[in-house]
C-alpha cells in the first residue's frame, strides 16, 4: 500500500497537491501542507503520485509498494 | 462631451439624437452608469450543473468565474489574482477545484478562498506580514438567480435582482419555466458584430414593425409563415417591471390549441398548464396572444418563434437567450444561447436546436437580415450629419402625446404591465428612459479592499 511523505520544512505552500488531490492534501493555516492520509489503495497510486510530482518543491513523495 | 442634458431630454421625449448609436463619450458614460449599477445576466445554472463546473463570463471589461463550489453554492469570483492583478482562470469553461495564477502560482479554491501562496514565510514573514487567512477573491458585489438565470451587479447599493425584474418575471416563465425542471441552455455561441448594442435591446423589446420588411425572404422561402404585416400588427407588445416584448395573435381556438399551433407536443403542453398561473395560461388560451421576442434593461434579451424544419407544414418552437455584450460604442459581441426545456423530450429537442439554429445564431437567417441593418446604422451615426438629426422614436403617441392604440383592458390581456396591439415604439422608450435614469446618476466611488492587510477581514465570517 502506498506510504505518503511530506516535507514540512520544504513546503512553501504553492498548494498544487491541493489541487491535484484534495482528498490526501490540504494546507494548513499557517501555509503548509497537511496529509490526510497516510496510506492509500493502490489503485490510487497513480492520481496521488501526479498530485505529488506537481510540487515545485518536490516535497512531497509516495513510497512503497 | 457630450451635451448630457440636452441628449437625455431629447431621448425621453422620444426623439432620439441618432449619434448616441455610435459615440465614444456616450459610451464612457454608459459603461460607468448603465453597466456599473444594472443586474447583469451571466450563465444560467444549468451551464454549471456539477460541483466545480465554472464559466468565465464578463461584465464589459471585468472578466468573473462564475462557479458552483464543492458544496453547490454559486459564486462570481472577480477573475483577478489578488497578487499582481493576473487572470487567475484563462479557460472559457471547465470544471475545477481551484484555480491558479500562472503568474506566481497563487491558487485559490473554487469557492474564492485562498489556498496556496508560495514562499508566505520566507517572502512575506508569514501571517505578519500577509493576512493570508481570509483572504479569498473579490465577490460580484451582488449576485442574485431567477428561474435559474444568474445575474450579477456592480452596484453594493442594486436594488434585489427580484425587484430590479418586476413583474417581467410573468412573462420570463414563457421562456424558462415550462416545467418544473426549468431550462437547460446550450452554449452561448459568441461572435462580434460592428453595431451598437442598443440597437438589438431595442429591436428584440417591441420592434414588430420591422418583421415583415427586414425578414421578408424567411417567409418568402416558406420557412416562417407568421410575420406577415397584418398578422404582427394583431399582435400585442407588453412592458412589465424593467422588460418588455412582442407576441403574435394567433388563430382561435383555446390554451392547448393554441399551444399545439406553434407546435408543442401534448406532453409539454400538460406540464405548462401544471406549471403556469391562471394569467399567465389566460394571456395564449384566452387572449390569443403567443410571446415572441422580449428584452430586459440593459442588454439581455430572449426570442421565441416557430419556424418549419423539415420539410412538412410542421412548425416547431424555439427559444433563444442572447445579450448584447458592449465592446465599444460601435462594436458588440453577441452571445446567443439554445434554451429549451430539461423535461422535453429528446427529439422534440433536437428539432428545437435545429429551428434555432436556423433562425438565430451566428448563421441564423434571422441574425443576418437584422444586423445587416444594425451595422450599416451604427456606420452612418459616427458621422457629423448624424449629430443633427433627432430620429422621431415616438410611433404610437400623437404629437400631443395621446396614444394611438390605447392599452388593453384586463379583459383583453390578462398578463400584468402595460399592453398595446399594433406597432409602436412604446417598449423602445421604456428602454431608452430607463437608460436615461442611469445616464444621469453619477455612480458613488465604491470602497477599496485592501489585500493582505484586514481590509478582508470582514468578509471573513462569511
Given at each position: 500500500?502506498?506510504?505518503?511523505?511530506?516535507?514540512?520544512?520544504?513546503?512553501?505552500?504553492?498548494?498544487?497537491?491541493?489541487?491535484?488531490?484534495?482528498?490526501?492534501?490540504?494546507?494548513?493555516?499557517?501555509?503548509?501542507?497537511?496529509?490526510?492520509?497516510?496510506?492509500?489503495?493502490?489503485?490510487?497510486?497513480?492520481?496521488?503520485?501526479?498530485?505529488?510530482?506537481?510540487?515545485?518543491?518536490?516535497?512531497?513523495?509516495?513510497?512503497?509498494? | 462631451m457630450i451635451d448630457q442634458a440636452g441628449v437625455l431630454g431629447s431621448v425621453r421625449r422620444?426623439?432620439i439624437p441618432a449619434h448616441i448609436y455610435n459615440d465614444e463619450h456616450v459610451f464612457a458614460l454608459e459603461k460607468e452608469r448603465v453597466f456599473g449599477r444594472a443586474w447583469m445576466f451571466v450563465?444560467?445554472?444549468?451551464?454549471?450543473?456539477?460541483?466545480?463546473?465554472?464559466?468565465?463570463?464578463r461584465v464589459l471589461d471585468d472578466s468573473f468565474?462564475?462557479?458552483?463550489?464543492?458544496?453547490?453554492?454559486?459564486?462570481?469570483?472577480f477573475?483577478?489574482?489578488?497578487?499582481?492583478?493576473?487572470?487567475?482562470?484563462?479557460?472559457?469553461?471547465?470544471?475545477?477545484?481551484?484555480?491558479?495564477?500562472?503568474?506566481?502560482?497563487?491558487?485559490?479554491?473554487?469557492?474564492?478562498?485562498?489556498?496556496?501562496?508560495?514562499?508566505?514565510?520566507?517572502?512575506?514573514?508569514?501571517?505578519?506580514?500577509?493576512?493570508?487567512?481570509?483572504?479569498?477573491?473579490?465577490?460580484a458585489p451582488r449576485i442574485g438567480?431567477?428561474?435559474?438565470?444568474?445575474f450579477v451587479s456592480l452596484d453594493d447599493e442594486a436594488p434585489s435582482l427580484?425587484d430590479h425584474l418586476g413583474?417581467?418575471?410573468?412573462?420570463?416563465?414563457?421562456?424558462?419555466?415550462?416545467?418544473?425542471?426549468?431550462?437547460?441552455?446550450?452554449?452561448?455561441?459568441?461572435?462580434?458584430?460592428?453595431?451598437n448594442w442598443k440597437i438589438g435591446a431595442e429591436?428584440?423589446a417591441?420592434?414588430?414593425?420591422?418583421?415583415?420588411?427586414?425578414?421578408?425572404?424567411?417567409?418568402?422561402?416558406?420557412?416562417?409563415?407568421?410575420?406577415?404585416?397584418?398578422?404582427?400588427?394583431?399582435?400585442?407588445?407588453?412592458?412589465?417591471g424593467n422588460g418588455?416584448?412582442?407576441?403574435?395573435?394567433?388563430?382561435?381556438?383555446?390554451?392547448?390549441?393554441?399551444?399545439?399551433?406553434?407546435?408543442?407536443?401534448?406532453?409539454?403542453?400538460?406540464?405548462?398548464?401544471?406549471?403556469?398561473?391562471?394569467?399567465?395560461?389566460?394571456?395564449?388560451?384566452?387572449?390569443?396572444?403567443?410571446?415572441?421576442?422580449?428584452s430586459v434593461f440593459p442588454n439581455l434579451?430572449?426570442?421565441?418563434?416557430?419556424?418549419?424544419?423539415?420539410?412538412?407544414?410542421?412548425?416547431?418552437?424555439?427559444?433563444?437567450?442572447?445579450q448584447w455584450q458592449p465592446i465599444s460604442e460601435n462594436e458588440t459581441e453577441?452571445?446567443?444561447?439554445?434554451?429549451?426545456?430539461?423535461?422535453?423530450?429528446?427529439?422534440?429537442?433536437?428539432?428545437?436546436?435545429?429551428?434555432?439554429?436556423?433562425?438565430?445564431?451566428?448563421?441564423?437567417?434571422?441574425?443576418?437580415?437584422?444586423?445587416?441593418?444594425?451595422?450599416?446604422?451604427t456606420?452612418?451615426a459616427?458621422?457629423?450629419?448624424?449629430?443633427?438629426?433627432?430620429?422621431?422614436s415616438?410611433?404610437?403617441?400623437?404629437?400631443?402625446?395621446?396614444?394611438?392604440?390605447?392599452?388593453?383592458?384586463?379583459?383583453?390581456?390578462?398578463?400584468?404591465?402595460?399592453?398595446?396591439?399594433?406597432?409602436?415604439?412604446?417598449?423602445q422608450r421604456e428602454l431608452l428612459r430607463r437608460w436615461a435614469d442611469h445616464m444621469e446618476r453619477p455612480l458613488p466611488k465604491a470602497a477599496g479592499?485592501?489585500?493582505?492587510?484586514?481590509?478582508?477581514?470582514?468578509?471573513?465570517?462569511?
Amino acid at each position: 500500500m502506498p506510504i505518503l511523505r511530506a516535507d514540512h520544512g520544504a513546503c512553501q505552500g504553492y498548494a498544487n497537491c491541493v489541487a491535484g488531490a484534495s482528498d490526501v492534501y490540504d494546507i494548513d493555516d499557517d501555509g503548509v501542507v497537511v496529509l490526510l492520509k497516510e496510506r492509500v489503495p493502490e489503485e490510487e497510486r497513480q492520481r496521488v503520485e501526479e498530485a505529488a510530482r506537481s510540487c515545485p518543491v518536490s516535497a512531497l513523495t509516495v513510497e512503497g509498494g | 462631451m457630450i451635451d448630457q442634458a440636452g441628449v437625455l431630454g431629447s431621448v425621453r421625449r422620444g426623439m432620439i439624437p441618432a449619434h448616441i448609436y455610435n459615440d465614444e463619450h456616450v459610451f464612457a458614460l454608459e459603461k460607468e452608469r448603465v453597466f456599473g449599477r444594472a443586474w447583469m445576466f451571466v450563465a444560467h445554472e444549468s451551464e454549471i450543473p456539477s460541483a466545480g463546473d465554472y464559466v468565465v463570463r464578463r461584465v464589459l471589461d471585468d472578466s468573473f468565474i462564475v462557479v458552483r463550489d464543492e458544496k453547490g453554492e454559486i459564486h462570481a469570483h472577480f477573475n483577478m489574482c489578488l497578487h499582481r492583478g493576473m487572470q487567475v482562470c484563462r479557460a472559457e469553461m471547465g470544471n475545477a477545484s481551484h484555480f491558479r495564477c500562472p503568474y506566481h502560482g497563487w491558487s485559490y479554491r473554487n469557492d474564492g478562498r485562498i489556498v496556496g501562496l508560495p514562499f508566505h514565510q520566507d517572502a512575506y514573514g508569514g501571517e505578519a506580514g500577509f493576512k493570508r487567512k481570509s483572504q479569498r477573491l473579490l465577490r460580484a458585489p451582488r449576485i442574485g438567480s431567477h428561474n435559474g438565470m444568474i445575474f450579477v451587479s456592480l452596484d453594493d447599493e442594486a436594488p434585489s435582482l427580484r425587484d430590479h425584474l418586476g413583474d417581467f418575471v410573468f412573462y420570463l416563465d414563457y421562456y424558462t419555466r415550462q416545467s418544473p425542471s426549468g431550462i437547460e441552455m446550450r452554449g452561448p455561441q459568441r461572435w462580434r458584430v460592428k453595431a451598437n448594442w442598443k440597437i438589438g435591446a431595442e429591436n428584440f423589446a417591441g420592434d414588430m414593425y420591422h418583421t415583415p420588411q427586414t425578414h421578408t425572404s424567411v417567409v418568402e422561402i416558406g420557412l416562417f409563415r407568421e410575420p406577415k404585416a397584418e398578422k404582427r400588427r394583431d399582435g400585442a407588445t407588453y412592458w412589465a417591471g424593467n422588460g418588455g416584448g412582442t407576441t403574435y395573435k394567433l388563430p382561435p381556438g383555446g390554451l392547448d390549441e393554441r399551444l399545439r399551433y406553434v407546435g408543442y407536443p401534448d406532453e409539454m403542453i400538460a406540464r405548462m398548464k401544471g406549471e403556469w398561473s391562471r394569467e399567465q395560461c389566460d394571456v395564449i388560451g384566452r387572449d390569443g396572444f403567443m410571446i415572441s421576442a422580449a428584452s430586459v434593461f440593459p442588454n439581455l434579451s430572449f426570442v421565441h418563434n416557430w419556424p418549419r424544419v423539415e420539410d412538412s407544414d410542421d412548425v416547431v418552437p424555439f427559444i433563444s437567450v442572447r445579450q448584447w455584450q458592449p465592446i465599444s460604442e460601435n462594436e458588440t459581441e453577441i452571445l446567443s444561447w439554445f434554451a429549451v426545456d430539461a423535461e422535453a423530450p429528446e427529439e422534440f429537442k433536437r428539432l428545437s436546436y435545429k429551428a434555432y439554429l436556423m433562425c438565430f445564431g451566428s448563421t441564423g437567417m434571422f441574425e443576418q437580415d437584422d444586423v445587416e441593418n444594425w451595422v450599416s446604422l451604427t456606420n452612418t451615426a459616427a458621422g457629423s450629419m448624424a449629430r443633427r438629426l433627432m430620429l422621431n422614436s415616438r410611433m404610437g403617441l400623437l404629437e400631443d402625446g395621446t396614444e394611438v392604440s390605447p392599452a388593453l383592458p384586463p379583459e383583453r390581456f390578462s398578463g400584468p404591465g402595460i399592453a398595446r396591439t399594433g406597432y409602436s415604439e412604446h417598449n423602445q422608450r421604456e428602454l431608452l428612459r430607463r437608460w436615461a435614469d442611469h445616464m444621469e446618476r453619477p455612480l458613488p466611488k465604491a470602497a477599496g479592499v485592501e489585500v493582505g492587510t484586514n481590509g478582508q477581514q470582514a468578509e471573513a465570517g462569511q
